[in-house]
């Protein structure tokens, strides 16, 4: 039952009373306000909300893209950005999975996999490469190396780009809605997928989604938020064994958890639709 | 990759091959047989208007029976066909001259346009004069580019270079700021330092404008060098054409025409193939949408 027994120690990033404003054309838009949040180290933590909530904004003041207006965010204790600083360095122990992909499409995909290591210079490019192919080969994805990321399905790109996110050896992944272009059947290809990854490489996930019955799947915690201004509107305990497969999907106790939470993110979605809120 | 890539079973697809490969399939399509009618009619248009009925102001254009009985003379009545060395001389000149204005173009071009696009303080600072610069047609600088250039050659490959650079650079900031901005933010998380981002992201990324910008170039360069050939020089198509017109050797002018028409039609396919060559992904990737 004890399901975080065999939890990383390392990847636990505390959120305290982030804000974050935008000066857009129409004036100051508060798109995140006193938003806390302690994402454990080693769990999935999956970010539900209406799309334009603020979610994104989130992700990018963790990943370093964006500074915040307040606030702070700690990784392992290390304050990534606070007070005096407002935008954190973008670092190789915080990697991204964007929602259309990534991958740079003029390099194969072994080369974009390999990219991580030989730019921080940790490894030459004959080791980045060897241990590319050994993960690509651990994330079934022998045989398309030398491929371009152009040639490839969309739900191998992804799973190349997670691949070359977990070379960095990080402490959180940070995945903005990584299978929301992929049909459904695909989707269910990849959540096991990533699921299976992730029992191999234990790291810290925040998982940003619209989709209530992905969120319930994968994660430990469901985060629901409210829309903008964003913050945790209701923390969520998922208490379904892991590891997991698509049996849960027709257990009761996921149909009960799916009723308890629907009815607070639908109510989200409805404020959102409301406020025509724009994609940000 | 120093290494080179391993073979697979997917193979590498030379621009050769790719080349052969469209060669081939076009062959079986409309689109040969449509280009040669396309010149059949235009020649035969030309041919009915300026010989055959000698059709109102057409009667003193040069017919193409004419150019082409002159073109292919061994003993050309006007003294310039296929078989005097003088031609050759001709086209050399030119060629030589838009190969010169080319790669300065592109050296300057490339960079600055990389810069443009790049850092927002550049482009605040250079872009109007650049916008400034740009409209001036290549002929307005021909004054000063004599005045500022002594020697004969000079001011010629200074004109040549001009509009070329501009098309150059202009497209190679369009081909920067068209990259999606999730790739400089996906290389920063992986570790990529501002340099490498530039190196690995920036210019591959900006490639396939950058191919555009040199096609459009090295047009634009054949249209400058002509004009600037008729106003300085002694050797060149454009030379060649406004010296024909001065002596009254009408079928003179059309060979060079025509020749500045294949030779350029040649150089711009050149670049293509180069950039082919150095965009394999974007080759693969077309060849999968069936293009």
């Given at each position: 039952m004890n399901v975080r027994q065999e939890f990383a120690t390392?990847?636990?990033?505390?959120?305290?009373?982030?804000?974050?404003?935008?000066?857009?054309?129409?004036?100051?838009?508060?798109?995140?306000?006193?938003?806390?949040?302690?994402?454990?180290?080693?769990?999935?933590?999956?970010?539900?909300?209406?799309?334009?909530?603020?979610?994104?904004?989130?992700?990018?003041?963790?990943?370093?893209?964006?500074?915040?207006?307040?606030?702070?965010?700690h990784l392992d204790g290390e304050m990534l950005c606070g007070p005096d600083r407002p935008k954190a360095e973008p670092g190789p122990d915080r990697v991204v999975v964007f929602q259309n992909g990534a991958l740079f499409p003029w390099?194969?995909?072994?080369?974009?996999?390999?990219?991580?290591?030989?730019?921080?210079?940790?490894?030459?490019?004959?080791?980045?490469?060897?241990?590319?192919?050994?993960?690509?080969?651990?994330?079934?994805?022998?045989?398309?190396?030398?491929?371009?990321?152009?040639?490839?399905?969309?739900?191998?790109?992804?799973?190349?780009?997670i691949v070359r996110a977990l070379m960095n050896d990080p402490k959180v992944l940070l995945l903005d809605e990584p299978f929301r272009a992929l049909d459904s059947l695909t989707k269910s290809v990849?959540?096991?997928?990533?699921?299976?990854?992730?029992?191999?490489?234990?790291?810290?996930?925040?998982?940003?989604?619209?989709?209530?019955?992905?969120?319930?799947?994968?994660?430990?915690?469901?985060?629901?938020?409210?829309?903008?201004?964003?913050?945790?509107?209701?923390?969520?305990?998922?208490?379904?064994?892991?590891?997991?497969?698509?049996?849960?999907?027709?257990s009761p106790r996921f149909r009960s958890l799916m009723e308890e939470t629907v009815s607070a993110v639908h109510e989200e979605a409805v404020k959102a639709f409301e406020a025509g809120e724009k994609e940000m | 990759m120093a290494e080179g890539k391993p073979a697979t079973s997917a193979g590498e697809i030379g621009a050769w091959a790719m080349f052969t490969y469209r060669f081939s399939r076009s062959?079986?399509?409309?689109?040969?047989?449509?280009?040669?009618?396309?010149?059949?009619?235009?020649?035969?248009?030309?041919?009915?208007?300026?010989?055959?009925?000698?059709?109102?102001?057409?009667?003193?254009?040069?017919?193409?029976?004419?150019?082409?009985?002159?073109?292919?003379?061994?003993?050309?009545?006007?003294?310039m066909s296929l078989y005097t060395p003088d031609y050759y001389m001709h086209v050399w000149m030119s060629l030589r001259r838009v190969l010169i204005a080319f790669v300065?173009?592109?050296?300057?071009?490339?960079?600055?346009?990389?810069?443009?696009?790049?850092?927002?303080?550049?482009?605040?600072?250079?872009?109007?004069?650049?916008?400034?610069?740009?409209p001036i047609p290549v002929l307005a600088w021909v004054p000063l580019a004599i005045v500022m250039f002594r020697a004969d050659e000079t001011p010629v490959i200074f004109l040549t270079t001009l509009a070329s650079f501009y098309a150059t650079a202009l497209n190679t900031m369009l081909g920067v700021q068209s990259i999606d901005p999730s790739f400089p933010r996906a290389a920063a998380c992986l570790g990529a330092s501002k340099w490498q981002i530039f190196r690995h992201i920036i210019i591959p990324g900006a490639l396939p404008f950058i191919f555009t910008g040199l096609q459009i170039s090295v047009g634009v360069a054949w249209f400058s060098l002509v004009a600037a050939e008729m106003v300085s020089g002694e050797y060149g198509l454009g030379y060649l054409i406004n010296s024909s017109y001065v002596n009254v050797q009408y079928p003179i002018i059309i060979i060079g025409m025509m020749s500045v028409g294949i030779v350029g039609y040649t150089t711009s396919a050149l670049v293509r193939v180069a950039g082919d060559y150095l965009m394999q992904w974007r080759v693969r990737e077309l060849a999968l949408g069936g293009r």
């Open positions: 390392k990847g636990a990033i505390r959120i305290q009373n982030v804000d974050k404003v935008y000066y857009a054309r129409e004036g100051a838009v508060q798109a995140v306000s006193d938003c806390s949040l302690d994402i454990r180290a080693g769990e999935i933590c999956m970010i539900v909300g209406p799309s334009g909530c603020g979610k994104t904004t989130l992700l990018n003041a963790i990943a370093g893209f964006h500074d915040i207006t307040g606030g702070a965010i390099k194969t995909n072994l080369e974009n996999v390999a990219f991580g290591p030989v730019m921080q210079g940790k490894m030459n490019q004959a080791q980045a490469r060897e241990k590319a192919l050994g993960m690509m080969a651990d994330a079934g994805l022998s045989g398309v190396e030398h491929n371009y990321p152009g040639e490839v399905s969309s739900g191998m790109r992804r799973r190349v780009e990849m959540h096991e997928a990533l699921l299976e990854i992730y029992y191999k490489n234990k790291v810290t996930i925040f998982f940003i989604t619209h989709d209530l019955e992905e969120a319930i799947f994968l994660g430990h915690r469901v985060a629901i938020m409210t829309t903008r201004p964003c913050k945790p509107k209701k923390i969520l305990e998922v208490d379904i064994p892991h590891p997991r497969n698509y049996s849960v999907l027709t | 062959l079986r399509s409309p689109t040969p047989y449509l280009m040669l009618a396309g010149f059949a009619l235009f020649f035969g248009a030309w041919f009915l208007l300026s010989e055959v009925f000698r059709f109102w102001r057409f009667a003193s254009l040069p017919g193409p029976r004419q150019v082409l009985i002159e073109w292919f003379n061994p003993n050309p009545v006007y003294g300065i173009s592109t050296g300057l071009g490339v960079p600055f346009g990389l810069f443009l696009g790049w850092s927002r303080n550049f482009r605040e600072f250079t872009f109007p004069v650049f916008e400034t610069l740009r």
